[in-house]
């Protein structure tokens, strides 16, 4: 049997399982993501074959059975994330991806195959430090994004000219950082970026007025139902921080040369 542990500040899962294939998935997907030695332990996961499938139990919500190996393994890779958010209900919770330069940071915020994920993977290339992949926690009195730095990861090959459904189907392959590249504290939120695939379509930026802002934020926001009231209180402040870019795009390696260029430019000294 497996057993590990997933951190997040000052709580953290653990996991065990009777899979070498799950417990591989899970230490790949949270191998960044950072521990601390007075964690409390905020859900208990056990995913185990019965026959020819695997089930999941853990409360409050874990439990699921009949599942392959591999869609156990993305079952546990969600359940831990839920557990943790959850657990850090004080956070702002995007779905978004995150990177910054120096200290300030982009939020990519969008729909599953907007691309916001390989965004945030292509830009450490590019001198940028990775803090986030799908979700992204934001400290609402600070208004800087938290680093939850599940390993990135981005779709695989495919022409420019496939549509979204197609793109929803290519493989995503992990991407290897270095320590270096991934930030380990909070920084500065200076921009929000919600991506947009176009088959096709040449790499342009467009800004976004506060309210086409606002409404394209708040639906990528994880908890707004069970806490409105602070959620649009703080899309609010951020959209007076942070300006809102839409990029739209079907090269993703144009994109990300793109921000570089136009949100986050490096300074003269590099930072």
Not at 14 to 40: C, E, K, N, W
Not at 258 to 270: K, S
Request: hydrophobic share 45%.
């Amino acid at each position: 049997m497996h057993t590990l542990q997933v951190g997040f500040r000052y709580t953290a899962v653990s996991v065990a399982t009777d899979s070498d294939y799950i417990a591989t998935h899970l230490r790949t997907a949270f191998r960044h993501m950072p521990g601390t030695a007075a964690q409390v332990v905020v859900g208990h996961l056990e995913l185990t074959r019965d026959g020819d499938a695997y089930s999941c139990q853990g409360a409050p919500w874990a439990t699921a059975s009949d599942l392959t190996e591999q869609s156990a393994a993305d079952h546990a890779t969600y359940e831990v994330i839920m557990h943790l958010r959850y657990a850090n209900a004080g956070l702002l919770w995007l779905h978004a991806a995150c990177a910054a330069r120096g200290s300030r940071a982009v939020v990519f915020a969008g729909n599953r195959g907007s691309g916001k994920s390989t965004l945030a993977a292509l830009l450490p290339s590019m001198g940028w430090q990775y803090l986030s992949d799908d979700v992204t926690p934001v400290e609402m009195p600070s208004l800087s994004a938290v680093p939850f730095p599940e390993t990135p990861s981005m779709r695989l090959g495919g022409p420019a000219h496939l549509d979204e459904p197609e793109v929803l189907l290519l493989t995503k392959a992990t991407v290897e950082l270095s320590v270096t590249q991934i930030a380990q504290a909070p920084v500065g939120i200076a921009a929000l970026v919600f991506p947009t695939y176009v088959a096709g379509a040449d790499t342009a930026m467009e800004r976004l007025g506060a309210g086409r802002a606002a409404a394209a934020l708040l639906q990528q926001c994880l908890d707004l139902p069970n806490h409105e009231k602070e959620t649009v209180e703080c899309v609010g402040r951020l959209l007076t921080q942070a300006p809102a870019w839409r990029i739209t795009y079907s090269a993703a390696h144009e994109a990300a040369r793109l921000v570089d260029a136009m949100l986050l430019p490096a300074a003269p000294n590099g930072g």
